[in-house]
């Protein structure tokens, strides 16, 4: 059993900063790419950042020079530092990656895995 664990979100005036944290625990083998998605209301869900386990990241035009994605491998954790926030930052911020768990005495599986979700919500 895998999961990946959000927190950070929460109310913030436009121009503020939210920093959000995503951990994966369970039998974890290896986790390739880790990134970071949202969801608007009545919108499809879209990529916000996405990191390598090298480090190399990607960013949506919408956040690039107000987000920063970084990782910590050690931790099986990835951030998600959001500045000069705007009311279209709003939205449900969900974590994924894709990784290889072990189970039972010798098996592997490779599984994508989606946190639960934390809400972002940018309002005066």
């Known amino acids: 059993q895998v999961q990946l664990v959000e927190s950070g979100g929460g109310l913030v005036q436009p121009g503020g900063s939210l920093r959000l944290s995503c951990a994966a625990s369970?039998?974890?083998?290896?986790?390739?790419?880790m990134g970071w998605y949202r969801q608007a209301p009545g919108k499809e869900r879209e990529l916000v950042a996405e990191?390598?386990?090298?480090?190399?990241?990607n960013y949506t035009d919408s956040v690039k020079g107000r987000f920063t994605i970084s990782r910590d491998n050690a931790k099986n954790t990835i951030y998600l530092q959001m500045n000069s926030l705007k009311p279209e930052d709003t939205a449900v911020y969900y974590c994924n990656t894709n990784l290889v768990y072990t189970y039972g005495s010798s098996g592997y599986k490779y599984v994508e895995v989606w946190g639960q979700g934390t809400l972002v919500t940018v309002s005066s």
């Open positions: 369970g039998s974890i083998f290896s986790i390739n790419d």
């Open positions: 990191i390598t386990r090298g480090g190399s990241t």
